[in-house]
């Protein structure tokens, strides 16, 4: 039996030799990975995340700098907490890193697969971002959307003044919750720009009832979910996130599909809208020999059109809700606001948004707003495709990307007293929110840039100039201006804004 012998051994060297090269490779390997905390057997770092991951995320660049290596269970993850990193990152590797880390929670109702902003990097994509750069977000159009924009801002503060009597003859406070109104407005106004048509009152049952499917939708998705950061548990969904999102969204995509199929009957019936608007141009799609697929189906175009009223009333009524809460903690700044509206349009007439190029400090203002409150604190993560040399470091295929806005708009090395809300900063200088100045990403920056940057900063600028000139505002309680943070899929406010406004004009 001396050849079993021999073989035995020369098994055993060779599995030794194997695990010796395996240990090498795997330290040699680490060492190349940005630096990062320890992570525990299993869980790796999923107990650094906590309650607000932005936060956290940020006071480990103290100890491992400005790129952070974290294991959190199976998944590899690396955060992005500077400008000069993530000017690397969108000027050098913006391809390899294009790919998206979609949530199992966004996976509810096949979701994922006919979303812009959701959907993995390829053709699909590029159909979706062509359409919209061409068909939606193109300066054009957004100029001649105007009026429709004056309408939902006006029937929103007639709406406050209406409610603000009524509460006051019917011997109450006259005080509003701010968020709903905001809400309610940015839904009218996207659906009226993507549809061409009124599509809701702001005092109707269904613009409540989708407020209220709105938040359960959001605060499902904001639950850490270990499906995320183990792979093995997505078919079990432990903690029912992907079910009780498929709840609320199945809501939602409802009410989009009702448009849709309104729209398809219109055109069989050959009756055409005045104008050609978004949905016609996702239901006109075609495509060529090229590609896999010749147009959109039905339930892509439903997904997309969802998706639109999502960036443009949950981000955009986010980011005014903030800024008016720092309005009423900076009596100062609403004053010298409330001044330029009043030079500018004065109180004869009420505020167009042809005026807005005239105004610096709302401008200054708005950019304050978006540097301290980024409705995507983290932006959307991101997916590495291959591996990628990166700052000196290796990033592995499929590890997630997160670049923290939230931290790098507080980095003392790009920003003065970086805590303080002091839209000044901005005045004079050429710092701007599009995706070229990494000190200010709101937005993000490179292929993911979000489609309606443009179109979200005219709605935040109009609203709040137009909200400044016609009420007076204070509050009763001051725990109603606590800036506590609610992190979902967007930046909330922890305790929503209420508010005494009193008319001016």
Same mark, same amino acid.
């Given at each position: 039996?001396?050849?079993?012998?021999?073989?035995?051994?020369?098994?055993?060297?060779?599995?030794?030799?194997?695990?010796?090269?395996?240990?090498?490779?795997?330290?040699?390997?680490?060492?190349?990975?940005?630096?990062?905390?320890?992570?525990?057997?299993?869980?790796?770092?999923?107990?650094?995340?906590?309650? $607000?991951?932005?936060?956290?995320?940020?006071?480990?660049?103290?100890?491992?700098?400005?790129?952070?290596?974290?294991?959190?269970?199976?998944?590899?993850?690396?955060?992005?907490?500077?400008?000069?990193?993530?000017?690397?990152?969108?000027?050098?590797?913006?391809?390899?890193?294009?790919?998206?880390?979609?949530? =199992?929670?966004?996976?509810?109702?096949?979701?994922?697969?006919?979303?812009?902003?959701?959907?993995?990097?390829?053709?699909?994509?590029?159909?979706?971002?062509?359409?919209?750069?061409?068909?939606?977000?193109?300066?054009?159009?957004?100029?001649?959307?105007?009026?429709?924009?004056?309408?939902?801002?006006?029937?929103?503060?007639?709406?406050?003044?209406?409610?603000?009597?009524?509460?006051?003859?019917?011997?109450?406070?006259?005080?509003?919750?701010? =968020?709903?109104?905001?809400?309610?407005?940015?839904?009218?106004?996207?659906?009226?720009?993507?549809?061409?048509? !009124?599509?809701?009152?702001?005092?109707?049952?269904?613009?409540?009832?989708?407020?209220?499917?709105?938040?359960?939708? $959001?605060?499902?998705?904001?639950?850490?979910?270990?499906?995320?950061?183990?792979?093995?548990?997505?078919?079990?969904?432990?903690?029912?996130?992907?079910?009780?999102?498929?709840?609320?969204?199945?809501?939602?995509?409802?009410?989009?599909?009702?448009?849709?199929?309104?729209?398809?009957?219109?055109?069989?019936?050959?009756?055409?809208?005045?104008?050609?608007?978004?949905?016609?141009?996702?239901?006109?799609?075609?495509?060529?020999?090229?590609?896999?697929? !010749?147009?959109?189906?039905?339930?892509?175009?439903?997904?997309?059109?969802?998706?639109?009223?999502?960036?443009?009333?949950?981000?955009?009524?986010?980011?005014?809700?903030?800024?008016?809460?720092?309005?009423?903690?900076?009596?100062?700044?609403?004053?010298?606001?409330?001044?330029?509206?009043?030079?500018?349009?004065?109180?004869?007439?009420?505020?167009?948004?042809?005026?807005?190029?005239? $105004?610096?400090?709302?401008?200054?203002?708005?950019?304050?707003?978006?540097?301290?409150?980024?409705?995507?604190? $983290?932006?959307?993560?991101?997916?590495?495709?291959?591996?990628?040399?990166?700052?000196?470091?290796?990033?592995?295929?499929?590890?997630?990307?997160?670049?923290?806005?939230?931290?790098?708009?507080?980095?003392?090395?790009?920003?003065?007293?970086?805590?303080?809300?002091?839209?000044?900063?901005?005045?004079?200088?050429?710092?701007?929110?599009?995706?070229?100045?990494?000190?200010?990403?709101?937005?993000?920056?490179?292929?993911?840039?979000?489609?309606?940057?443009?179109?979200?900063?005219?709605?935040?600028?109009?609203?709040?100039?137009?909200?400044?000139?016609?009420? =007076?505002?204070?509050?009763?309680?001051?725990?109603?201006?606590?800036?506590?943070?609610?992190?979902?899929?967007?930046?909330?406010?922890?305790?929503?804004?209420?508010?005494?406004?009193?008319?001016?004009?």
């Amino acid at each position: 039996m001396a050849w079993l012998d021999s073989l035995t051994w020369f098994s055993i060297i060779s599995f030794l030799v194997a695990l010796i090269f395996w240990y090498k490779s795997r330290s040699n390997s680490s060492k190349l990975r940005p630096p990062g905390p320890p992570g525990w057997p299993l869980v790796g770092n999923i107990f650094d995340v906590g309650r $607000m991951p932005h936060e956290n995320f940020h006071k480990l660049r103290s100890k491992y700098g400005p790129v952070v290596w974290l294991k959190l269970g199976t998944l590899n993850t690396v955060v992005i907490q500077s400008a000069a990193a993530a000017a690397e990152l969108f000027k050098k590797h913006d391809a390899a890193f294009s790919d998206r880390r979609v949530p =199992d929670s966004l996976t509810a109702c096949g979701y994922h697969t006919g979303s812009l902003s959701q959907s993995r990097y390829g053709e699909y994509w590029r159909v979706l971002r062509r359409l919209c750069s061409s068909e939606l977000m193109i300066q054009k159009r957004i100029n001649a959307s105007a009026p429709l924009r004056q309408k939902c801002i006006e029937g929103m503060i007639q709406c406050i003044k209406e409610d603000v009597s009524g509460s006051l003859v019917g011997g109450g406070s006259g005080e509003v919750q701010l =968020d709903k109104y905001l809400f309610l407005m940015s839904f009218s106004l996207v659906g009226s720009f993507m549809l061409s048509r !009124d599509i809701m009152d702001l005092r109707s049952e269904a613009g409540n009832e989708f407020f209220d499917v709105m938040n359960k939708f $959001m605060e499902w998705n904001g639950k850490p979910n270990l499906s995320d950061t183990f792979g093995f548990l997505k078919w079990v969904d432990p903690q029912g996130i992907r079910r009780n999102t498929e709840k609320y969204l199945g809501q939602l995509l409802n009410l989009s599909s009702g448009f849709v199929k309104e729209r398809i009957q219109e055109r069989q019936l050959g009756r055409k809208q005045e104008s050609r608007d978004f949905l016609d141009a996702l239901l006109e799609y075609q495509g060529d020999a090229k590609r896999t697929f !010749d147009k959109l189906s039905e339930k892509n175009v439903t997904i997309m059109i969802l998706e639109m009223f999502f960036g443009g009333t949950e981000t955009t009524s986010s980011t005014i809700e903030w800024g008016m809460s720092e309005l009423l903690r900076n009596p100062d700044t609403m004053k010298k606001l409330q001044d330029e509206v009043d030079r500018i349009v004065g109180r004869g007439r009420k505020l167009e948004e042809s005026d807005l190029n005239n $105004m610096p400090y709302l401008q200054a203002t708005v950019k304050e707003i978006l540097r301290l409150h980024p409705v995507f604190p $983290m932006l959307l993560p991101r997916n590495s495709m291959q591996d990628t040399e990166f700052m000196g470091y290796v990033v592995p295929k499929n590890t997630q990307i997160f670049v923290n806005a939230w931290a790098i708009h507080r980095d003392p090395a790009s920003w003065s007293d970086p805590l303080s809300f002091k839209p000044e900063r901005f005045l004079g200088s050429d710092i701007d929110y599009k995706g070229q100045n990494f000190e200010l990403l709101p937005f993000g920056s490179g292929r993911r840039t979000c489609i309606g940057l443009a179109l979200g900063h005219r709605m935040v600028s109009l609203t709040l100039a137009s909200l400044v000139q016609g009420f =007076d505002w204070k509050v009763i309680s001051p725990q109603t201006l606590d800036m506590g943070e609610k992190v979902g899929l967007t930046m909330r406010k922890m305790v929503p804004l209420k508010v005494i406004p009193t008319p001016r004009l």
